[in-house]
């Protein structure tokens, strides 16, 4: 009798070893639910930029606001009759200053 209890106790082992630690087990299931998130947050930061580039796409294309804008900022254009006045923090001012002395 002991020997069927024990048997019987030895299969149950059996089946349950792929179900805890299988390749298809809980613990697997459970790391692969972390990469989900993790990639999923990924994904949504991904979807802002690209929603935000598709909005600066759209400037571009249909307004002359962005272009100017754009012009001002990265290649410091002025239209006529514009005065440009660049204006520094002190201590960027204090070494500007001391470099042309």
């Known amino acids: 009798m002991r020997i069927v209890i024990y048997s019987m106790l ?3 082992i059996a089946i ?3 179900l805890w630690l299988g390749k ?3 613990l697997k299931v459970y790391e692969m639910e972390k990469q989900v998130e993790l990639q999923e947050a990924k994904n949504s930061l991904l979807a802002l930029r690209n929603a935000k580039l598709a909005g600066d796409v759209k ?3 249909d307004g002359t606001r962005a272009i100017e804008e754009r012009a001002r ?3 410091g ?3 006529d009759g514009e005065f440009f006045v660049q204006i ?3 201590d960027k001012a204090a070494t500007a200053q001391a ?3």
Do not use: F
Request: aromatic share 8%; hydrophobic share 40%.
């Open 73 to 75: 900022v990265e290649h």
């Open 16 to 18: 349950q070893y792929p």
């Open 88 to 90: 520094l923090p002190a």
């Open 59 to 61: 400037d571009l294309k």
């Open 10 to 12: 030895v299969l149950l």
């Open 77 to 79: 254009l002025i239209k």
């Open 99 to 101: 470099t042309k002395q």
């Open 24 to 26: 298809g087990g809980w």
